[in-house]
């Protein structure tokens, strides 16, 4: 006889619109936002939570998507790099990364730009050791960091100049 599938009901926000689904209780994170709400800017590397790729927001707080069941996000706000700009307006954030190469083929950017948007809330004037650190759990295959470091300094001056788009 087939084993019985555990599933359950729940309810997040993403990016600021609402969502409930039923979900099997060990589906990731990752997996919930990728397939099933289709929101594929969030990136799959390690599966392990080694790389940051897969880096989305929790409440506000940066998150390793691979690392988290879908149902440990019921009732709460998840914010992925969709909700961040449109190639019309990007946010300020990747605004910067763009003005300073700190992206070459992509595949981590999302990732970077979600961590770093949750490091900048807390720390807007951060020096580059402490940007240096918040960056040490995600990895870039491409650019050697130097860019990116540069990156985050002109968003953290962006964003000081304006007022926060998210
Ligand atoms: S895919 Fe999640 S940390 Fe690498
Ligand atoms: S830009 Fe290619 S892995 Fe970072």
Redesign the pocket.
Known sequence: MAEAIATQKIAVTVNGVKYEREVNVRTLL?DFVRRELGFTGT?????????????ILLDGEAV????TLAVQANGRAISTIEGMGSPEKLHPIQQAFMENHGLQCGFCTSGFVMTVSAFLNDNPDPTDYEIREALSGNLCRCTGYQNIIKSVKAAADKLNQTEPVS
């Open positions: 990752v990136h799959i590397g390690c599966e392990q939570g080694v790389c940051g790729a897969c880096t390793r998507s691979c690392l």
